[in-house]
């Protein structure tokens, strides 16, 4: 072999940048204590898209130096093989022109190399997530585990993000209750048989949320939206807004979310903004007009809920620097002074706050873990662990009790997002035996929407679960099957 060739020394230069650069990224996540520390080999999934299409077999059973078996051998090898491979067949079929088809090749390589890297790295992201999907779902994706319920659809609409949220309110005036259903643009109002009755639209305009509230009791509905990477906005029954919140940090970045609930007891409504890194959270009243800010340096989740029984909401949030294996969860009263902080063994930041087996039990926070979900007092302590196959601890989770039976306890539905396809409802009884799954395969990651409503007077309840089937947004009933 001919180590003076061109391709030879460019082979070697480029995949000793590339090398360096994965031993970089690698050891910034293995010292790093957050839990998105892996988005540092986000451009190495693009730049060694091929690799992951001929790799026969997941990296992932190296263990921690996974990545680094992946991009820093692997990859780099690659990137060595290209051009000293295309310099071999040059210098074979073009003996008498090498110099003058170097320079073509080189001048457009770059552009070429690009082109082909986007298009493969949609295959191999593709590849990657039908790779990497909980072994214990991959049986039963698109299909129950048992016929315990029976689901039906009961609303569809096109809309890409799907369904935000589900509510069951009296939100105008001489009207019965209603299904408020949120979709990206709009709000569709149904009535208990499950016709349309109402669309009230926001100007076209795009939101990622939208929550109804009754903020004064006149069953005159208000609107609290919140549009991705741009803010929190308030609009009156008609649509029209009322006032927007749209503060932007330069270095924290743009707002990550809002949780409302009256937090001091006035009947008002107060809204949490808050923000993922360093400007934590705004407490901001009826009027728009903040009151307080909770700086954060990480946080992972946030919810508000009455979980002291003092008769209004609080603030627990959950910081996501959890890379050790231990999460901190703190409650913050209506001054935005810490109330309490616990930390709980767990790899998860998500949760959601449930009172269960009944709703006269003391609020719980629930957790999803791997392959478990996992309900804790608000110390910490574990109240009951559930089966959960190919649960994980990342991903948005929601849940709710419901009364299938008028005789019998609520059941408990956890309907959990598992990143990046996966949409999945767990179904326990009042011991906590595992009764039915479902496993929807979608097109991007929704936030999990689902709601308990009163079907009659008989007291029964039907669960009602929002999805999204090819660019359909839909709410499936379901009920027990006998």
Same mark, same amino acid.
């Given at each position: 072999?001919?180590?003076?060739?061109?391709?030879?020394?460019?082979?070697?230069?480029?995949?000793?940048?590339?090398?360096?650069?994965?031993?970089?990224?690698?050891?910034?996540?293995?010292?790093?204590?957050?839990?998105?520390?892996?988005?540092?080999?986000?451009?190495?999934?693009?730049?060694?898209?091929?690799?992951?299409?001929?790799?026969?077999?997941?990296?992932?059973?190296?263990?921690?130096?996974?990545?680094?078996?992946?991009?820093?051998?692997?990859?780099?090898?690659?990137?060595?093989?290209?051009?000293?491979?295309?310099?071999?067949?040059?210098?074979?079929?073009?003996?008498?022109?090498?110099?003058?088809?170097?320079?073509?090749?080189?001048?457009?390589?770059?552009?070429?190399?690009?082109?082909?890297?986007?298009?493969?790295?949609?295959?191999?992201?593709?590849?990657?997530?039908?790779?990497?999907?909980?072994?214990?779902?991959?049986?039963?994706?698109?299909?129950?585990?048992?016929?315990?319920?029976?689901?039906?659809?009961?609303?569809?609409?096109?809309?890409?993000?799907?369904?935000?949220?589900?509510?069951?309110?009296?939100?105008?005036?001489?009207?019965?209750?209603?299904?408020?259903?949120?979709?990206?643009?709009?709000?569709?109002?149904?009535?208990?048989?499950?016709?349309?009755?109402?669309?009230?639209?926001?100007?076209?305009?795009?939101?990622?949320?939208?929550?109804?509230?009754?903020?004064?009791?006149?069953?005159?509905?208000?609107?609290?939206?919140?549009?991705?990477?741009?803010?929190?906005?308030?609009?009156?029954?008609?649509?029209?807004?009322?006032?927007?919140?749209?503060?932007?940090?330069?270095?924290?970045?743009?707002?990550?979310?809002?949780?409302?609930?009256?937090?001091?007891?006035?009947?008002?409504?107060?809204?949490?903004?808050?923000?993922?890194?360093?400007?934590?959270?705004?407490?901001?009243?009826?009027?728009?007009?903040?009151?307080?800010?909770?700086?954060?340096?990480?946080?992972?989740?946030?919810?508000?809920?009455?979980?002291?029984? !003092?008769?209004?909401?609080?603030?627990?949030?959950?910081?996501?620097?959890?890379?050790?294996?231990?999460?901190?969860?703190?409650?913050?009263?209506?001054?935005?002074?810490?109330? !309490?902080?616990?930390?709980?063994?767990?790899?998860?930041?998500?949760?959601?706050?449930?009172?269960?087996?009944?709703?006269?039990?003391?609020? !719980?926070?629930?957790?999803?873990?791997?392959?478990?979900?996992?309900?804790?007092?608000?110390?910490?302590?574990?109240?009951?662990?559930?089966?959960?196959?190919?649960?994980?601890?990342?991903?948005?989770?929601?849940?709710?009790?419901?009364?299938?039976?008028?005789?019998?306890?609520?059941?408990?539905?956890?309907?959990?997002?598992?990143?990046?396809?996966?949409?999945?409802?767990?179904?326990?009884?009042?011991?906590?035996?595992?009764?039915?799954?479902?496993?929807?395969?979608?097109?991007?990651?929704?936030?999990?929407?689902?709601?308990?409503?009163?079907?009659?007077?008989?007291?029964?309840?039907?669960?009602?679960?929002?999805?999204?089937?090819?660019?359909?947004?839909?709410?499936?009933?379901?009920?027990?099957?006998?």
């Amino acid at each position: 072999m001919n180590k003076n060739t061109i391709g030879f020394k460019i082979g070697v230069a480029i995949a000793a940048i590339h090398l360096c650069l994965v031993m970089f990224a690698f050891f910034a996540a293995l010292h790093s204590k957050s839990s998105t520390s892996g988005l540092v080999y986000v451009w190495f999934y693009f730049l060694d898209a091929p690799i992951l299409l001929l790799l026969p077999f997941s990296v992932n059973l190296f263990g921690k130096i996974a990545p680094l078996i992946q991009f820093g051998v692997f990859g780099s090898a690659m990137w060595f093989m290209i051009p000293w491979l295309i310099d071999k067949v040059v210098t074979r079929v073009f003996p008498n022109g090498t110099r003058t088809v170097r320079g073509i090749i080189i001048s457009g390589a770059i552009p070429l190399l690009l082109v082909g890297f986007v298009c493969l790295s949609g295959v191999s992201t593709k590849l990657i997530i039908q790779r990497e999907r909980p072994a214990e779902l991959k049986t039963m994706l698109n299909s129950a585990s048992s016929d315990f319920l029976t689901g039906k659809v009961i609303f569809e609409a096109d809309a890409l993000s799907g369904i935000s949220s589900i509510n069951r309110m009296n939100c105008r005036a001489g009207a019965d209750m209603e299904l408020l259903l949120a979709l990206p643009r709009e709000v569709v109002f149904l009535n208990e048989s499950y016709q349309e009755k109402r669309r009230l639209d926001f100007s076209g305009q795009v939101f990622k949320t939208i929550d109804p509230l009754d903020m004064d009791g006149t069953h005159s509905c208000k609107f609290i939206a919140y549009k991705f990477q741009e803010g929190v906005y308030l609009f009156d029954s008609k649509g029209k807004e009322i006032w927007n919140y749209t503060q932007h940090d330069k270095i924290t970045g743009t707002i990550d979310g809002v949780r409302f609930g009256d937090i001091d007891g006035d009947g008002k409504q107060e809204f949490a903004i808050y923000y993922r890194y360093g400007q934590g959270i705004h407490l901001v009243d009826s009027d728009g007009k903040m009151r307080w800010k909770h700086p954060v340096l990480a946080l992972g989740h946030l919810e508000m809920a009455d979980v002291r029984g !003092n008769g209004m909401a609080e603030i627990i949030y959950s910081n996501s620097n959890n890379a050790f294996g231990t999460t901190d969860f703190t409650i913050l009263d209506a001054d935005g002074t810490v109330a !309490n902080q616990h930390k709980i063994a767990t790899k998860s930041y998500e949760f959601a706050v449930i009172r269960w087996p009944n709703a006269e039990a003391k609020p !719980n926070l629930l957790l999803t873990e791997e392959r478990k979900i996992r309900i804790v007092d608000l110390k910490g302590e574990t109240v009951m662990q559930l089966d959960a196959p190919g649960c994980r601890p990342f991903g948005d989770v929601k849940a709710v009790t419901v009364k299938f039976k008028k005789e019998e306890p609520e059941y408990l539905a956890v309907k959990k997002s598992l990143h990046p396809d996966l949409s999945v409802l767990y179904v326990y009884d009042a011991n906590g035996k595992f009764v039915y799954q479902k496993t929807d395969v979608i097109d991007l990651v929704l936030a999990p929407t689902l709601a308990a409503v009163p079907a009659n007077e008989s007291g029964v309840e039907k669960l009602l679960v929002g999805s999204k089937q090819k660019n359909k947004a839909q709410v499936l009933e379901y009920s027990l099957t006998h």
